[in-house]
């Protein structure tokens, strides 16, 4: 079999990813980028997430708005998910996100927008599907960029859900605390290597008022590249294979599929 249509095939989809010089930024999978949408554009983001181990899955929905420009801006998560160990699917509890562009741009070498999240209780506790209690989540995103080649990003959290509730009724208030970092090479300005580091440490309810630490560490390499359009249109696929490295999760394994669409809403006033 000739090799030449696999060749001008091959050609085609680079041409389609390297067409247009509008480089990947805010795409990260389990960290979050200090980058604010810029005003009069959208983004809606969609990971999904497949644990090898025990069967489970989740599906999160993002979409984030300028409110009206890049300073402040408001998001909304949707997540849907199956808990695996015979719990029936559904969905999960809905996060209303506020995040505040404290310093720098995605146009800077340094870029700080702390978020906070209200955490609706919109889920079924009794299938694992929720906290079972409103809460608050902060977060604290600092980008630093390196070099043209290379990017960092850091993450430091915490979750508090008072009044949270598990499967058996029994209530309790819940704390947790996170952490990441990630290194993004940039081989392209539209192909990026990732690797991902994220540690989460939360209260699991065990008994009425009593409450036991579970600490995960994630290990994520992955990759994710982009395609240009005309009119301002940004789609962002991407992949990634985390895996277990901490005291309640080492050894497991799965997959991450990510797909980011941004584009314009409005046309905004010349600069």
């Known amino acids: ?33 200090a980058y604010n949408q810029e005003e009069g554009v959208v983004q809606h983001i969609s990971v999904f997430t497949r644990a090898f181990d025990g069967g489970g899955w989740e599906y999160a929905f993002t979409q984030e708005w300028p409110v009206p420009g890049q300073k402040h801006q408001l998001s909304y998560t949707v997540i849907g998910m199956d808990p695996g160990e015979g719990l029936p699917g559904g969905f999960g509890d809905l ?6 562009q404290l310093l720098g741009s995605g146009d800077t070498k340094t870029a700080f927008a702390p978020r906070v999240s209200l955490i ?26 390196h070099s ?6 850091w993450n430091a959290g915490a979750t508090i859900i008072p009044s949270a509730e598990n499967e058996l009724g ?5 704390f947790g605390y996170h952490f990441g970092q990630s290194f993004i090479w ?57 895996f277990g490295a901490g005291p309640d999760n080492k050894g497991t394994h799965g997959i991450i599929f990510y797909l980011s669409f941004e584009h314009p809403f409005r046309r ?4």
């Not at 609706?120 to 960029?145: C, E, H, I, K, M």
């Not at 043209?148 to 990003?153: A, C, K, S």
Request: hydrophobic share 40%; charged share 20%.
């Open 1 to 33: 079999m000739s090799r030449t249509p696999a060749l001008i095939l091959f050609v085609s989809l680079a041409a389609s990813v390297f067409a247009q010089d509008k480089p990947i930024q805010d795409n990260s999978f389990l960290l979050e980028e």
């Open 95 to 100: 996060h209303i996100n506020y995040r505040y």
């Open 120 to 145: 609706l209780p919109t889920g079924s506790v009794r299938d694992g599907r929720s906290n079972g209690g409103a809460g608050v989540q902060f977060n604290l995103p600092l980008s630093v960029q």
């Open 148 to 153: 043209p080649f290379l990017v960092t990003h």
């Open 170 to 174: 029994e209530e309790a208030d819940r």
């Open 186 to 242: 940039l081989a392209h300005s539209r192909f990026n290597v990732m690797l991902e580091t994220a540690f989460d440490a939360s209260q699991e309810i065990i008994a009425p008022d009593r409450t036991d630490w579970a600490r995960e560490v994630f290990i994520s390499p992955g990759f994710r590249w982009a395609h240009n359009f005309e009119g301002g249109l940004q789609i962002v696929p991407g992949i990634a294979f985390p």
């Open 268 to 271: 905004t006033a010349p600069k």
